[in-house]
C-alpha cells in the first residue's frame, strides 16, 4: 500500500475528489493547512501597511492505496490540481505497512 | 455674553449658533435651535420633536454598541478581538453612570465665574430633572440621554489608538476621568453656554467636542503608551474586515442620530442634516476607493469604509451648516485628506495610532471644522462662510480647533502619565504577545 500525500489549491478539491473517484479511490482524509514553497506567500494591504503573508492556505490530502494504482493516482490528482500557476503544490508518496478497518477488522487492501 | 444663552433656574438647549447670531435673529432660528432665554420659557413639549430625539438616541447609541466595538474588533488580530469590543460595551456603561453622577451637569448648567470653561453641579446626579422638564420643546431626560450617547461614544473612539497592549483598569480609570475632565468641559465650551459659543465656532454635531477631541487624545495615548510590540515587523492584518464592514455599517445608519438628532427637532434643519451626511459619506468612500486604487493599485474594503467614516466625521461639525454642494466637496477632500493621514503620515511620524482614531477623527474633524467655515451658507445655517464672503469664520473655527486641541493633547497627557506612574498603563510583554482576550478577560474566540 502507498500513502499519497497530496497539498493542493483549496479550490482544487473538487476536481480532484472527483477524478480519484473515476478510478476507484472513494476514501481520502482532507486538512486546511498553511504554507509556501516556491511561491513565498503574497502582500496585504491595510491602510497603506503592507504585511507579506508567507504561508497561504492550501488543503492537505492524504489517501492510502494499493500499490497497483498509486501511479495512476498520482497522476490523476496531477492532472486534476493543476492550474499552470505556481502554488499548484506537491505529491508525495511513502509506503505504508498496514491498513485495518476499525468496525470488520479487515486489514490489508481489503480495508482500503 | 453667557447670560443669553443660560436661565440658570431652567433647562440648558444645545446651541449650535453664535452668541451674535441668535441675538440678531429671529424668533423662528431660536425656536429651531432651543432658543434663548425667552424662547425657552415659552416652549412647550413638541411630540413630533420628541419622537425624532427619542430615536436619535437609540441610533447613537448603537454606534458604539455594536457599531464601533465591530468596526475595531474587526480590525485587531484575534487574539484580542474581545479586548477590543469589551473596551466599547464598558465604555458604553461606564460612561452612563458618570454622566448621570456628574458629566451631564458639568457640560450643561451655568458654571457662574467658571462658566467660559465648565459647568457647575447643581445637576449632579440629574438633581431636577423631573417628568416635567423641558429642553427647547423636548423632554430635558431626551437631552441629557441624547448627549449621554455622545459622551459614550467620545472616550470609546479614542480607544482604537492604543488598541492591543492597554491594562483594562488603566483603560477604565483612563476613559472616566477623561470624559469628566476633558469632555464634558469642551462639550461646555461649545454646547453648553462656554467660550467657543461665544466666539462664533460653528460646530452642529461634534467635530470639535467628539472628533478632534477623541482623535487628538487618541494620538497623544498612541505616542505615551508607545508602538505595539512588533509593530512594522509583523503581521498585524485585520482578522474579520467583515466584522468592521457592519460596525462601519451600524455607524453610518446611526450617524443619522448624531447629527440629524443634533437639530434636538424634527424640522427641515434636521432633513437638511440628514441629507448632507448621506452625501459626504458617500463622497468620501468613493474619493478613498479611487485614491487607493490609484495609489495602491486595488480598491479595498477596509478603504471604502475608513473613507464613509472619515466623510461622516468631517459632514458632522458642518452638518447644520452647508448645503448639498458643500457636503460633496467636504466628503471628497475628507476621504482624500483621511488616507494619506492613515498611510502616508502616520508612516511618516511613526507613532501606532492601531486603528488610525487620530488619522480618521482627529483628521477628519480638522478638515471638517476648518471646511464647515469655508462652506456654510446662510440660507441653511443662518451663517455664511467663506465661499459667501466671510473669511473670518475660517479662523473662528480654526481658533475653535486650536482651543480644543491644547486642552485635550495636555489634559490627556496628564492624566495618562499619572496612571502610568501610579497603576501602570501597559499590559506586560507576554500579556501583549499572548493576547489580551485569554489574559485580561480569561475567554478567547473559538472556531
Known amino acids: 500500500m502507498k500513502m499519497l500525500i497530496a497539498v493542493i489549491k483549496p479550490h482544487k478539491l473538487d476536481d480532484v475528489q472527483a477524478a480519484l473517484a473515476d478510478i476507484g479511490i472513494s476514501g481520502m482524509t482532507v486538512s486546511e493547512v498553511k ?20 504561508f497561504l492556505p492550501k488543503l492537505k490530502l492524504e489517501i492510502v492505496c494499493p500499490d497497483a494504482i498509486a501511479g495512476t493516482a498520482v497522476e490523476t490528482i496531477q492532472s486534476a490540481a493543476r492550474t499552470d500557476q505556481i502554488g499548484d503544490g506537491k505529491i508525495f508518496v511513502t509506503d505504508i505497512t498496514e491498513a485495518v478497518r476499525i468496525r470488520t477488522g479487515e486489514t490489508g487492501d481489503a480495508a482500503l | 455674553m453667557t447670560t443669553k444663552f443660560i436661565k440658570p433656574a431652567g433647562p440648558i438647549a444645545r446651541m449650535h449658533r453664535p452668541a451674535w447670531l ?6 423662528a432660528l431660536a425656536v429651531m435651535a432651543g432658543g434663548p432665554a425667552s424662547a425657552a420659557e415659552d416652549a412647550t413639549l413638541s411630540a413630533g420633536d420628541t419622537a425624532w430625539m427619542l430615536t436619535s438616541t437609540a441610533l447613537v447609541l448603537m454606534m458604539t454598541i455594536p457599531g464601533l466595538a465591530l468596526f475595531y ?8 478581538v474581545l479586548a477590543t469590543v469589551m473596551q466599547s460595551f464598558a465604555a458604553a456603561c461606564l460612561m452612563t453612570v458618570l454622566w448621570m453622577i456628574a458629566g451631564y451637569s458639568l457640560a450643561f448648567t451655568d458654571g457662574g465665574a467658571a462658566n467660559a470653561f465648565v459647568g457647575g ?41 492604543f488598541a492591543d497592549r492597554m491594562k483594562f483598569s488603566a483603560l477604565l480609570w483612563f476613559l472616566a476621568a477623561w470624559m469628566l475632565v476633558v469632555y464634558a468641559p469642551i462639550t461646555h465650551w461649545v454646547w453648553g453656554g462656554g467660550f467657543l459659543a461665544d466666539a462664533g465656532v460653528l460646530d452642529f454635531a461634534g467635530g470639535t467636542v467628539v472628533h478632534i477631541n477623541s482623535g487628538i487624545a487618541g494620538v497623544v495615548a498612541a505616542m505615551v503608551i508607545g508602538k ?11 482578522h474579520n474586515l467583515v466584522l468592521s464592514v457592519i460596525g462601519a455599517a451600524l455607524l453610518w445608519v446611526g450617524w443619522f442620530g448624531f447629527n440629524a438628532g443634533s437639530a434636538v427637532a424634527a424640522d427641515g434643519a434636521a ?9 459626504a459619506a458617500a463622497a468620501a468612500a468613493l474619493a478613498w476607493m479611487f485614491a487607493e486604487w490609484v495609489v495602491i493599485k486595488k480598491p479595498s474594503v477596509l478603504g471604502i469604509i475608513s473613507g464613509a467614516v472619515a466623510g461622516l466625521v468631517a459632514i458632522t461639525p458642518a452638518s447644520g451648516f452647508v448645503d448639498p454642494m458643500g457636503a460633496l466637496l467636504i466628503g471628497l477632500i475628507a476621504g482624500l485628506v483621511c488616507f494619506w493621514a492613515v498611510a502616508g503620515l502616520k508612516k511618516a511620524l511613526g507613532y501606532d495610532d492601531a486603528l488610525d482614531a487620530f488619522g480618521i477623527h482627529g483628521i477628519g474633524g480638522i478638515v471638517g471644522a476648518v471646511l464647515t467655515g469655508v462652506f456654510a451658507v446662510e440660507a441653511i445655517g443662518g451663517t455664511s462662510g467663506l465661499i459667501e464672503g466671510n473669511a473670518g469664520q475660517v479662523m473662528t473655527q480654526i481658533g475653535g480647533i486650536g482651543a480644543t486641541i491644547a486642552w485635550s493633547a495636555v489634559a490627556t497627557f496628564v492624566i495618562l502619565k499619572v496612571i502610568d506612574l501610579t497603576i501602570g498603563l501597559r499590559v506586560a510583554k507576554d500579556v501583549e504577545i499572548e493576547g489580551l482576550d485569554i489574559n485580561l478577560h480569561g475567554e478567547t474566540m473559538h472556531n
Open chain 2, 22 to 27: 441668535i441675538a440678531a435673529t429671529t424668533t
Open chain 2, 271 to 279: 432633513g437638511m442634516a440628514m441629507a448632507v451626511t448621506q452625501i
Open chain 1, 35 to 54: 504554507g509556501h514553497g516556491r511561491q513565498k506567500g503574497h502582500t496585504e494591504i491595510y491602510r497603506g501597511a503592507e504585511y507579506q503573508v508567507s
Open chain 2, 121 to 161: 453641579l447643581s445637576k449632579a446626579f440629574l438633581a431636577g430633572i423631573t417628568k416635567g422638564s423641558l429642553t427647547g420643546t423636548i423632554p430635558e431626560s431626551v437631552f441629557m440621554t441624547f448627549q449621554m450617547t455622545f459622551a459614550i461614544i467620545t472616550p470609546a473612539l479614542i480607544c482604537g489608538a
Open chain 2, 73 to 80: 474588533g474587526g480590525m485587531v488580530r484575534r487574539k484580542n
Open chain 2, 228 to 238: 505595539r510590540h512588533g509593530y512594522g515587523t509583523e503581521n498585524m492584518a485585520p
